[in-house]
């Protein structure tokens, strides 16, 4: 799991709703990251995955799901600036 989350973060991509619901552990140990439906494209050195990721979400792209003041996530697992709805403020330590 922490290498998908760094590689994500690494591309300028954060989760913002990591939490165990969202981490699958197949049969053969192998560890997939779920539910990206509210991922915040910040940049970073390869846009291409933050690229990919904004044609899957086309709601991020008008500003909608990242609305300042608006709070997105799970309660239990968000960051303090997350709960705060500071979103300009959500970088790859709000997954950390």
């Known amino acids: 799991?922490?290498?998908t989350i760094a590689y994500?973060?690494?591309?300028?991509?954060?989760d913002r709703?990591?939490?165990?619901a969202n981490?699958?552990?197949g049969e053969f140990g192998e560890?997939?990251?779920?539910d990206w439906g509210i991922a915040k494209i910040t940049g970073g050195e390869g846009l291409g995955l933050a690229?990919?990721?904004?044609?899957?979400?086309?709601?991020?792209r008008d500003g909608k799901r990242t609305r300042v003041g608006a709070v997105m996530g799970t309660p239990?697992?968000?960051?303090?600036?997350?709960?705060?709805?500071r979103n300009e403020e959500v970088d790859a330590r709000t997954d950390v």
Request: hydrophobic fraction near 55%; charged fraction near 15%.
């Open 17 to 20: 709703d990591l939490k165990p």
């Open 76 to 85: 239990s697992y968000m960051a303090p600036e997350q709960a705060l709805g």
């Open 51 to 60: 690229a990919a990721v904004s044609e899957l979400l086309p709601g991020d």
């Open 1 to 3: 799991m922490v290498e």
């Open 23 to 25: 981490v699958i552990l």
């Open 31 to 34: 560890v997939t990251v779920i």
């Open 8 to 14: 994500a973060h690494a591309r300028g991509v954060v």
